[in-house]
């Protein structure tokens, strides 16, 4: 009788799950274009004037997707410079074949590969929290298309402790996926909302930012088990490449607040640029993990005193 009763509540949660699978992606459906690359179909969004002189490439961090960058950032960069907005792979409205391709070195593969096939030969790239990794990455192993990185809130360094219990949970084998089809999405909707009031502490978290970001799509299984594996495999992952940072030649800026408790600046932000030959670093008291909502201004500013570097220098070298 027992085991009865859980069967018909997991196929009732299951049912109400594919139900708000189909509500969520009507709400926020894909903005831009899918391009097919080995392994994955990403999506991406390309605004903003294609003559600019140096595009630029927003990377958004875990447990989000691209519209985290675009709003309010993506949109003032836009009003001067071509910039191109990513779904990472397994995220938003892209898609990934493998969820073991979780980690940036992989990731950054199917960012190089997308990139090409859009012809963007170099860029700035603006990467946020998870994306630190994958922006290092990108500049370690495909340097020929950086032509700068700025690392919001980004994460480098291997940590103390783990990602979270329940992601270890869903990225485990068959209990995993059984709570992802069922409880996830229901459960989503009543803790979303002040998940993301905690990361944007001290500030506060703008009115709208669940739904203008398109956060609910992190509710849908697919999403949250691959969300789930790049996190739990990000530890090892930055740690292999943590020796190789001193190998980065682009202009980095990293800017992070002291009293980020969700990426720790002392752990990764401050050891990054210490390492990094041509970096510049800036740390705001009163600052928290959300850098691009809380001083977008900010990050616009030093973005095009970057490029106003970049422009010269690669005039003289052709």
């Known amino acids: 009788m027992i085991v009865m009763s859980v069967v018909t509540v997991l196929v009732l949660l299951a049912?109400?799950?594919q139900a708000g699978i189909v509500a969520v992606q009507r709400a926020y459906p894909p903005q831009g274009r899918m391009i097919e690359?080995?392994?994955a179909r990403l999506h991406v969004v390309d605004i903003g004037p294609h003559e600019s002189a140096v595009p630029i490439v927003m990377?958004?961090?875990?447990?989000?997707?691209?519209?985290?960058?675009?709003?309010?950032?993506?949109?003032?960069l836009a009003r001067d410079h071509r910039v191109i907005l990513v779904d990472r792979p397994g995220h938003g409205w892209s898609t990934r074949a493998s969820r073991q391709d979780s980690t940036p070195q992989i990731q950054a593969r199917m960012i190089d590969a997308a990139l090409a096939n859009l012809g963007i030969d170099r860029a700035v790239f603006v990467v946020h929290s998870w994306s630190g990794a994958l922006g290092a990455r990108i500049a370690l192993d495909h340097p020929h298309r950086v032509a700068g990185l700025v690392m919001l809130a980004p994460v480098t360094h291997p940590w103390r402790g783990g990602v979270g219990r329940y992601n270890e949970i869903i990225a485990t084998p068959v209990i995993g996926p059984l709570l992802a089809y069922t409880i996830t999405l229901p459960l989503g909707y009543f803790v979303t909302e002040a998940g993301a009031r905690n990361v944007f502490l001290p500030q506060t978290m703008p009115d709208g930012f669940v739904q203008d970001s398109a956060t609910p799509l992190l509710l849908r299984p697919r999403e949250f088990i691959a969300n789930a594996y790049d996190l739990v495999t990000l530890k090892e992952a930055v740690a292999a490449q943590v020796a190789r940072y001193g190998e980065i030649e682009a202009p980095v800026t990293v800017i992070a607040?002291?009293?980020?408790?969700?990426?720790?600046?002392s752990i990764h932000a401050r050891p990054f640029a210490a390492t990094v030959p041509n970096a510049k670093l800036i740390v705001l008291p009163d600052l928290g993990h959300m850098v691009q909502n809380a001083v977008p201004d900010l990050v616009k500013a030093e973005i095009e005193t970057m490029?106003?570097?970049i422009v010269p220098a690669q005039a003289a070298a052709d």
């Open 37 to 39: 690359v080995d392994g």
């Open 307 to 309: 490029i106003g570097k």
């Open 15 to 17: 049912l109400v799950t």
């Open 257 to 265: 607040g002291e009293p980020d408790k969700t990426v720790k600046t």
């Open 59 to 76: 990377l958004h961090g875990a447990s989000s997707n691209l519209e985290a960058m675009r709003r309010p950032l993506g949109d003032l």
